[in-house]
């Protein structure tokens, strides 16, 4: 499948800033089952631009902002090809050891209620055991925007019995933890089934499973990727996996307007 990603991030200045430093995970990488057509990453206006590798191979940019200004625009463009794996992610150059994806983080630390759920996952097939996981969490977190933010982590967020994608992710993920399973936070763009376009960032996990690899779990849709999913970064947890982050020398209060378009593009297009 060719998709079609536009990702733009925008923010206002009330005031002149002097300047702004941004670091980007906007480009996904080639991997098999996602071929990447053309991409690009344009920042309007931007001093300097230097791309990298992150210690967990994903691609960034780092820009930087020099002369003064009210408005900052950062905009990725491009169209990928996709084929539905089942979920297993191969073909992705190996940068830190599998147990690395075994360490907590503030977002990802189990408490007694996450290992709970996680040891009540019936042993078996380590894919069918990932999946009842997964179900388990959804089961216990209703899709519900706007109750939970940036900081919330995986236990606030299970007592809750309310998210979104993230908190979903960030749960799943400290359960497998806990019961010795790699897993891992990944970013990305989801096509919905329903429409020609979607209008949101999403995210994932991705288990390690012996016989396979690194597998995928969207934990708040119930399913393995599929070829309707662009893959862009993983890290332990969300704020390593962050599209776009930085800092700036004035400009008081900001406003910040995301807007993301994911459509299936034609072939003869």
Not at 154 to 176: P, Q, R, S, T
Not at 215 to 228: E, S
Request: glycine share 8%; aromatic share 6%; charged share 20%.
């Amino acid at each position: 499948m060719l998709i079609r990603v536009r990702h733009v991030t925008r923010y206002i200045y009330a005031e002149r800033a002097r300047y702004t430093v941004q670091s980007l995970r906007l480009t996904p990488a080639p991997f098999k089952g996602q071929r990447i057509a053309d991409w690009q990453v344009r920042v309007p206006g931007c001093a300097k631009s230097l791309e990298f590798r992150d210690g967990f191979g994903n691609i960034m940019q780092l820009v930087t902002m020099t002369r003064a200004h009210t408005e900052l625009a950062i905009e990725a463009a491009g169209t990928v090809e996709t084929e539905d794996r089942s979920g297993i992610v191969d073909g992705l150059p190996k940068v830190v050891p599998t147990r690395i994806f075994l360490r907590e983080t503030a977002q990802t630390r189990p408490d007694a209620a996450i290992r709970a759920l996680a040891q009540a996952i019936a042993p078996g097939d380590a894919v069918a055991r990932l999946h009842a996981l997964s179900n388990a969490v959804r089961d216990r977190v209703d899709y519900v925007p706007g109750t939970t933010g940036v900081r919330t982590g995986a236990a606030e967020a299970l007592a809750d019995g309310k998210g979104v994608c993230a908190d979903h992710v960030h749960i799943f993920i400290a359960a497998a933890r806990s019961l010795g399973i790699p897993a891992r936070y990944v970013t990305g763009y989801l096509m919905l089934e329903d429409a020609t376009s979607a209008n949101a960032h999403h995210a994932w996990a991705e288990a390690y499973v012996e016989t396979l690899g690194w597998v995928g779990f969207d934990v708040a849709n119930r399913i393995c990727p599929t070829d309707r999913y662009v893959r862009l970064a993983c890290g332990l947890d969300a704020a390593y996996t962050a599209p776009v982050t930085g800092s700036r020398l004035g400009g008081g209060d900001e406003k910040l307007n995301v807007c993301v378009a994911v459509q299936q593009k034609c072939a003869q297009q």
